[in-house]
Nanobody, 119 residues
């Protein structure tokens, strides 16, 4: 079992920056990847970024490429999403998720953190 707790959301003006964090506790052995997703009001949840737990660079949705950076600190069991040049359309609840080897999808989710970008 794994627990994911997001933090760092808030209100920011367009063009500003924000960093959200995801603290991971519990089973990290055989973890394959961590991802960030978001859901805006009235919209489907969408993929934002992901990173392999073992290392390497992240990969991103086209809508955030060049503005967002995903990183992880395995010593702290924490995954970060640095968001720069924020736009009002980035407003959403941001969720982190965990995927293990052998799973075809992300099976474990945090409770989400609200990010609001004002114009």
């Amino acid at each position: 079992q794994v627990q994911l707790v997001e933090s760092g959301g808030g209100l920011v003006q367009a063009g500003g920056s924000l960093r959200v964090s995801c603290a991971v506790s519990g089973r990290t052995a055989s973890m394959y990847a961590m991802g960030w997703f978001r859901q805006a009001p009235g919209k489907e949840r969408e993929f934002v970024a992901a990173i392999y737990w073992s290392g390497g660079s992240g990969y991103y949705a086209d809508s955030v490429k060049g503005r967002f950076t995903i990183s992880r600190d395995n010593a702290k069991n924490t995954v970060y999403l640095q968001m720069n040049s924020l736009k009002p359309e980035d407003t959403a609840v941001y969720y982190c998720a965990a995927r293990y080897y052998g799973d075809s999808a992300y099976q474990y989710w945090g409770q989400g953190t609200q990010v609001t970008v004002s114009s």
